[in-house]
Nanobody, 123 residues
Framework: QVQLVESGGGLVQAGGSLRLSCAAS????????MGWFRQAPGKEREFVAA????????EYAQSVKGRFIMSRDNSQNTVYLQMNSLKPEDTAVYYC????????????????WGQGTQVTVSS
């Protein structure tokens, strides 16, 4: 079993920045991709970004491309989501997730999930 723990959420004004962190309790061959998802009230959980542990291949949702940057620190089993130029529509609970295989966007295929961290962007 792998535990994922997110941190770094909070309240920020529009145009500001936040950095989210997600620490995995251990590395295992069952995890090759780490992803970030978000869920706003009344909406479905949606893909934000993902990265591969090995080659650092990244993929972003169109809505965050150019504003968010996902990175990894293999030595710390931690991934980050640097969020810049935040907009009120970025307000959501952000979840870290992990899976084996390649990057895909549907949340249902991710095996491990963190508890989520709230990001609120005020206008």
């Amino acid at each position: 079993q792998v535990q994922l723990v997110e941190s770094g959420g909070g309240l920020v004004q529009a145009g500001g920045s936040l950095r989210l962190s997600c620490a995995a309790s251990r590395r295992t061959s069952s995890i090759t991709v780490m992803g970030w998802f978000r869920q706003a009230p009344g909406k479905e959980r949606e893909f934000v970004a993902a990265i591969t542990w090995s080659g650092g291949i990244r993929e972003y949702a169109q809505s965050v491309k150019g504003r968010f940057i996902m990175s990894r620190d293999n030595s710390q089993n931690t991934v980050y989501l640097q969020m810049n130029s935040l907009k009120p529509e970025d307000t959501a609970v952000y979840y870290c997730a992990a899976k084996k295989g390649s990057i895909v966007t549907p949340p249902g295929v991710y095996e491990y999930w963190g508890q989520g961290t709230q990001v609120t962007v005020s206008s």
